[in-house]
């Protein structure tokens, strides 16, 4: 019992960051050949509408051409900029132990969205999103195993000015994890500010975070079909200059802003990133991105996006497919319940999208835990549920490994002339932490022994246990000097005293 409590050693754990995955491929390699061909196509024969000057200057340069509005980009250029891509990356923690290798076929679940409101367990109803909203997903977040980054979660609609919004959805996010984090951007110079301040958190020397980069933008340069988002656009400018990782962020909606057949949503998402991808490498060779494909579904019905459909996760599991392909490393969105709380219809559309990505072998799969009413919509009970969920799905990741050991052929001999049953195998008690994956909040109870014990509900449980860890993990990884000097420098709007002591759980 005492091995048990103490736990398995980080080699013998059941699952792990960046388990290899792949092992679900929706498309044939003839397929994939299609798709970016016909990606190449569209850029080069319709090219990008609203080109920045900065886009046009450096692809013009390089053999691109403007006619009108447009910006076309050669096939020549778009496959050396792919050959001359990062295929890989460290994507780092604050805490150096929880940095994850983004690429190959390695396989991460973490969170991401924008979601404007706080699913609350108490009043069964959503409210507005807060600053203290996004530090506290943050914290929580912080303690949950088998999520291995954390994008912001929420918008903290308490912050009037756009630059209020960035510095300090970056600041929340940093001081609530040590865990790679990500967050998005609305001007360039919010991007350069937030660099200075991420600086000041490595110990103040100018250059710091470029060395090691924890924070990657989500950035979604492009309005679709085929047109970049200018603001967007000069933000990616600022983050290759500052050194800051890139998501390069394509969000389509099929039906609605991009085709209705799935492939060609697949074919435009992967051309859109591709003409990014290129000004990119054109800019800086193997500045690190990430293919964010994330072709999303209509419910042609009423043209409101769908986020838990069989459609969306097949696309998905295709997006992530398709930059593998390419050798890129790759990012997707699973997890995108359209269920307003947590409960049964968020389980199952949770479970397909995330675990079609995961074993199409998605370097990151984004919004992962946590979301509700197709991105609308984050719940603090949902991250813990889910987190259950991440650790299941991961188990299938990894597969049944085949050996002679495994096959149990000597403990089945042992068994059939002995005890009869393999409770007491050294097999069985040597594995059961390596080779399962246990609940923190699921319910295995038989049906008396859960009435017993209060016949709570999974969101109850949950609910429990996010006051527990938001009343006690405070995470001290920046100092409080370093905040003060942070302070001073920047408008803070976070409680000083919400470091330490919660207000609220």
């Not at 397929?31 to 046009?56: H, K, N, T, W």
């Not at 780092?92 to 969170?111: A, E, K, M, N």
């Not at 001007?187 to 250059?207: C, S």
């Not at 909606?253 to 492939?263: E, V």
């Amino acid at each position: 019992m005492a091995a048990r409590a103490a736990g398995p050693t980080e080699d013998k754990r059941p699952v792990r960051p960046g388990m290899s995955g792949g092992r679900y491929a929706p498309l044939s390699e003839s397929d994939c050949r299609q798709v970016y061909d016909a990606a190449l196509y569209l850029i080069e024969d319709i090219g990008m509408g609203s080109p920045i000057r900065e886009f046009v200057d450096v692809v013009t340069a390089a053999g691109g051409r403007v006619e009108g509005d447009r910006l076309h980009f050669p096939r020549t250029i778009v496959e050396e900029a792919v050959s001359t891509a990062a295929g890989s990356f460290t994507w780092y923690g604050f805490d150096d132990s929880r940095s994850i290798d983004v690429g190959g076929d390695r396989v991460h679940f973490g969170t991401a969205g924008a979601a404007v409101s706080v699913w609350e367990h108490e009043t069964r109803r959503h409210r507005p999103s807060t600053l203290l909203d996004v530090y506290d997903v943050a914290r929580l977040v912080d303690t949950l195993e088998h999520i291995h980054f954390h994008v912001r979660t929420l918008v903290a609609r308490d912050m009037v000015e756009a630059r209020d919004l960035d510095v300090n959805t970056a600041y929340a996010v940093a001081m609530g994890t040590t865990m790679p984090i990500g967050t998005s951007f609305f001007q360039p110079e919010h991007v350069v500010e937030t660099v200075e301040m991420f600086d000041q958190m490595l110990g103040g020397r100018p250059g710091a975070f470029a060395e090691r980069p924890f924070c990657v933008a989500n950035n979604t340069f492009v309005v679709p079909p085929l047109r970049y988002a200018e603001d967007a656009a000069r933000s990616m400018v600022a983050q290759v200059q500052t050194g800051m990782p890139i998501n390069l962020l394509s969000a389509g909606q099929a039906g609605a802003t991009s085709p209705a057949a799935l492939a060609g949503s697949l074919t435009q998402a992967l051309a859109e990133c591709l003409s990014a991808l290129t000004f990119v490498n054109l800019m800086n060779p193997g500045h690190p991105c990430v293919m964010g494909l994330w072709p999303f579904v209509s419910d042609l019905r009423t043209g409101a996006m769908t986020g838990g459909s069989g459609a969306e996760a097949v696309l998905n599991a295709a997006a992530a497919q398709m930059a593998n392909w390419l050798g890129l490393p790759s990012g997707v969105p699973a997890g995108m319940a359209d269920s307003k709380l947590p409960d049964n219809q968020a389980g199952h559309e949770k479970g397909l999208t995330v675990a079609l990505a995961g074993n199409a072998g998605a370097n990151l799969v984004y919004e992962s835990a946590g979301m509700l009413a197709s991105l609308l919509a984050c719940s603090f009970e949902g991250l813990v549920i889910d987190n259950d969920m991440l650790g299941a799905v991961n188990r299938t990741v990894r597969g049944i490994e085949i050996n002679p050991d495994t096959l149990s052929v000597e403990v089945i001999r042992d068994v059939v002339h002995g005890a009869g049953h393999f409770l007491g195998q050294d097999q069985t008690l040597a594995i059961m932490q390596s080779e399962y994956v246990y609940p923190d909040i699921g319910d295995r109870l038989s049906p008396d022994d859960w009435f017993d014990a209060g016949a709570t509900s999974a969101d109850e449980r949950a609910r429990d246990h996010v006051k527990r860890v938001l009343s006690t993990h405070f995470p001290s990884h920046v100092s409080p000097e370093i905040d003060a000097v942070i302070r001073e420098r920047f408008d803070i709007y976070l409680p000083v005293g919400e470091l330490t002591a919660s207000s609220r759980w």
